[in-house]
T-cell receptor
Framework: DAGVTQSPTHLIKTRGQQVTLRCSPK?????VSWYQQALGQGPQFIFQ???????QRGNFPDRFSGHQFPNYSSELNVNALLLGDSALYLC?????????????FGPGTRLTVL | GENVGLHLPTLSVQEGDNSIINCAYS??????FIWYKQESGKGPQFIID?????DKRQGQRVTVLLNKTVKHLSLQIAATQPGDSAVYFC??????????FGAGTRLFVKA
């Protein structure tokens, strides 16, 4: 049984470009959350998707958007990239509707913006 | 792998000793708390959780203590092993779906 998978593993972009990151949740999970982790810091919540809709969002600008597909996989899109967007982007999946469900994290996508 | 926790507080313990990692949280409305372990090159891994109606919960070799009066959380690891070396994060939720992570502590286990 595969856990949470993310692609690509690493990505290099230049300022102003757009990027799409992908996440496949653990089998049986229907909820996907995205986090940004800067070097040396804890992950910061970007948003969570459930039933193909964003149901809670953290303190991130509209340049950050997402999507969840009927098979529960998800994409994170970042437009107009800034140097400060360089970070590890983590996807986490969970099951059910309770806020206390255990989250399983993927290995992340390392985004470097030059 | 990823260089997680380059500038984090570090706790260094001898193999076999007990470790205690502390965390202060700020939101008195938080009602659910989680400890995660993050090894280099990997995403955070769930260790143990506790709800606000409890003050202690035990797992395998780990215990979480919650003191709501002073908004303090701790993770105790018994008989620390080299494989426990990692960065540890406490996290909280306030009844919603947003998980807020603390700054993290690097645990280094000396063999």
């Amino acid at each position: 049984d595969a856990g949470v998978t993310q692609s690509p593993t690493h990505l290099i972009k230049t300022r102003g470009q757009q990027v799409t990151l992908r996440c496949s949740p653990k089998s049986g999970h229907d909820t996907v959350s995205w986090y940004q982790q800067a070097l040396g810091q804890g992950p910061q919540f970007i948003f969570q998707y459930y039933e193909e809709e964003e149901r809670q969002r953290g303190n991130f600008p509209d340049r950050f958007s997402g999507h969840q597909f009927p098979n529960y996989s998800s994409e994170l899109n970042v437009n107009a990239l800034l140097l400060g967007d360089s970070a590890l982007y983590l996807c986490a999946s969970s099951a059910g509707t309770s806020g206390v469900d255990e989250q399983f994290f993927g290995p992340g996508t390392r985004l470097t913006v030059l | 792998g990823e260089n997680v926790g380059l500038h984090l507080p570090t706790l260094s313990v001898q193999e076999g000793d007990n470790s205690i990692i502390n965390c202060a949280y700020s939101n008195s409305a938080s009602d659910y708390f989680i400890w995660y372990k993050q090894e280099s090159g990997k995403g955070p891994q769930f260790i143990i959780d506790i709800r606000s109606n409890m003050d202690k919960r035990q797992g395998q070799r780990v215990t979480v203590l919650l003191n709501k009066t002073v908004k303090h959380l701790s993770l105790q690891i018994a008989a620390t092993q080299p494989g426990d070396s990692a960065v540890y994060f406490c996290a909280e939720r306030d009844g919603g779906f947003k998980t807020i992570f603390g700054a993290g502590t690097r645990l280094f286990v000396k063999a």
